[in-house]
């Protein structure tokens, strides 16, 4: 694999969840495969799991990995060609992307969208031209429309966890305070259309998924009927594709609670991290016995070190 920007980008979904799994029973088998190879992490917006579990993945296959946190300690990047710098951006793209190629033999990116103008972020304008101009192998750290590498952990969380042959998976949308974006939900809404699961989306009026990711799932607008017997239930606030990147209305009742959970298959509840508890996420559910939070953020490991191996193995 030479890039891992979307599922899209994997042969085989089910192939991949297996690898990750026998990574998690043995991180060290694959050490010799990265000796001598360096992993470059470059973040424009913050990280916790993403940059931990990307980095404990790649030590694990032997490989060395160099982080920069370009927003705060790197120069003000331009992305726009023809355009005289002479303002605050200090670098282009074409020349920092081209050498950070020359330092790292496999590049990661994180980079958000800024919610104002669609068509820029679903072009996926800046990591495409990281892509572009790098001229090594990419994997997507979070991008403007998608999270590959926390939905291949949550696949991963469900296949290892199921009780039944196709599990009933929920995605709820959750109240916030900020708009947030659409990449970890289109990113989970395209991994699970992919996978073996019955699956459900549930937002209020107003919050519908570009329907590029959510081909081929139930949507509806009735938290309760969605959640009704279901095995896992994800959890996630997004701001709105249309009008794009607008919050509306308050849905405090979108909250999952210990009392909602009452009409579920006793379901594990997943969520991304960071949560914003008593907000979108109850403490009682977070703390009680069915939320996988952590379980979920630990197995970010395994599906970062199976996409590494698969890279590794095609440079
Ligand atoms: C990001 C998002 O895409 O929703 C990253 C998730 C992995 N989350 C946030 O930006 C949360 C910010 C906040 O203020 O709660």
Known sequence: MKLFSSVNDVTDINQLVNEALLHKQNPYAHQQLGKNRILGLIFLNPSLR???STQKAALNLGMNVIVMNMDKEGWALEFNDGVVMNGTTVEHIREAAGVMGQYVDILGVRSFPGLVDREKDYSEEIF?????????????LESATRHPLQSLADLVTIHELKTTARPKVVLTWAPHVKALPQAVPNSFAEWMCKA?????????????????????ATITHNQDEAINGADFI?????????????VFGEHNDWMLTNQKLTLTNNAKVMHCLPVRRNLELSAEVLDGPN?????????????????LKQMLQAL
């Open 50 to 52: 993403t940059r931990l």
């Open 196 to 216: 073996d699961v019955q699956f459900v989306i549930a937002h209020p009026e107003g919050y519908a998924l570009c329907d590029d990711f959510t081909g081929g």
């Open 234 to 246: 994800y959890v996630k606030n997004w701001s709105a594709y249309e009008p794009y990147g607008k």
């Open 128 to 140: 495409n031209k990281f892509v572009e101009f790098c001229g090594v192998p990419m994997v997507s």
């Open 291 to 307: 939320s996988l939070v952590v379980h979920e953020a630990g197995n970010r490991v395994w599906a970062a070190q199976a996409v």
